[in-house]
């Protein structure tokens, strides 16, 4: 990104967010390279300086790619669905499997705000920042694994930017959960949306053990065919979901899959 793009987006960050957000610049000159900074309408937020926090906060806060509130019988759906569960005396839970630095796990607390938040992220470095972003928040949970169709362990590809860390299948490393586990972290309550950004570890989750796809209403997911070309990531994940009653609708670099 040359200069003058570098003054535009800091332009356009403090239209955004508030001056308070140039503040990450302050990282850079830091040995921990983690800044807190301040995100209109929902408060402090821990960013490391040179990773991809920022563009992750540009993408969910500025872009809001998981503004379910969408005009029309469509946002209508979704908001009572999430009321009708409120209304039961039951806790609706969102799953953020993915959840990086826990931008997304934000958003959704404020949308939803009696909502339970598991927040899955696999990466050591990753959910350093998510569990100080998400400390002090009753109704969140970081669970620090893989998620996929079974039970077992990953290894991590070693990538510069932290939303770009890819998962594999081996012996032994990091756990894997599954979805009824992620949402069994909750404590209780009636699952809700299935936010999913594994980058191509959704062929493995939806391989096998689907019942969860049964009681979830609501699944978000990026695709990542664009990433292996080849390896027919959404394969699984197409025909799983071609089996339920949902209606496609397409929000960015995500596909929201919302039962009829």
Not at 218 to 240: C, N, Y
Request: net charge neutral; hydrophobic share 45%; with cysteine.
């Amino acid at each position: 990104m040359g200069m003058l793009d570098r003054v535009v987006a800091n332009f356009s960050d403090v239209r955004a967010f508030g001056p308070s957000f140039l503040l990450r610049h302050l990282g850079r000159v830091r040995r921990g390279k983690m800044v807190c900074v301040s995100i209109r309408g929902f408060g402090k937020v821990h960013v490391r300086a040179g990773n991809s926090d920022v563009a992750a906060i540009r993408q969910i806060f500025g872009q809001r790619e998981y503004d379910m509130s969408w005009p029309g019988a469509l946002g209508q759906r979704i908001r009572s669905r999430y009321n009708e569960i409120v209304a039961s005396g039951a806790a609706p839970i969102i799953v953020d499997a993915g959840a990086n630095i826990g931008a997304a796990s934000l958003w959704f607390a404020k949308e939803y705000p009696g909502a339970r938040i598991v927040a899955v992220e696999p990466d050591p470095a990753n959910a350093a920042v998510l569990r100080r972003n998400l400390e002090n928040k009753p109704n969140h949970v970081v669970v620090e694994a893989a998620i996929g169709s079974e039970r077992g362990y990953v290894t991590l590809s070693e990538e510069p930017f932290g939303w770009a860390v890819q998962t594999a299948r081996a012996h032994s490393g990091l756990p894997v959960v599954t979805m009824d586990d992620a949402f069994a972290a909750a404590g209780g309550g009636v699952p809700f949306i299935a936010k999913i950004d594994i980058e191509g570890f959704e062929s493995d989750l939806f391989a096998s053990n689907l019942d969860w796809i049964d009681r979830c209403y609501m699944i978000v997911l990026e695709p990542h065919d664009w990433l292996m070309p080849g390896k027919h990531l959404s394969r699984t994940f197409q025909q799983a979901l071609a089996q339920h009653p949902f209606e496609l609708f397409v929000r960015g670099e995500n596909i929201a899959y919302v039962r009829v």
